[in-house]
């Protein structure tokens, strides 16, 4: 239940998220997910994308610094707290978050919510036991 994610360096300067994302449009790697935390300098731009060890040998390739990282994509129920439930569980578990951002597939109706955790697996597993929809690559990637 992994989903790979890339982190890229990027210089928070006019015309870089054209040029990156122009590198994956030409090589057909569609964006899946993007966030964006930044600095008045640089930002890390964090992306799931359908082919993301491709993704990752041309970005190097283009002089990107990037590097692959995984995370979960979890399908909350659409009800109040259950985002809250979610922590609960992890934190139950000893399990942190680094962070959290969140994207909707194009064909459902629910957003997915992106984690990184320090425990993959143990998360997974954590999330799972308590009925929490881990969504597969495929899904994400599709």
Request: net charge negative.
């Amino acid at each position: 239940m992994e989903i790979k994610q890339l982190s890229i360096f990027i210089e928070n300067q006019k015309g870089h998220l054209a040029a990156l994302t122009d590198v994956l449009n030409r090589e057909n790697i569609d964006i899946r997910a993007i966030s964006v935390f930044d600095t008045s300098e640089y930002g890390i731009l964090r992306m799931v994308v359908d082919f993301p060890d491709r993704a990752l040998k041309v970005l190097e390739k283009e002089g990107f610094t990037a590097k692959i990282s995984d995370v979960l994509a979890i399908e909350p129920e659409d009800k109040p707290g259950s985002l809250c439930e979610v922590f609960k569980i992890l934190d139950k578990n000893n399990i942190d978050i680094e962070y959290i951002y969140s994207f909707v597939l194009r064909k459902e109706e629910m957003p997915l919510i992106i984690l990184k955790v320090n425990h993959h697996e143990k998360g997974v597993e954590a999330l799972q036991n308590a009925g929490i929809k881990v969504v597969s690559k495929e899904a994400v990637y599709r």
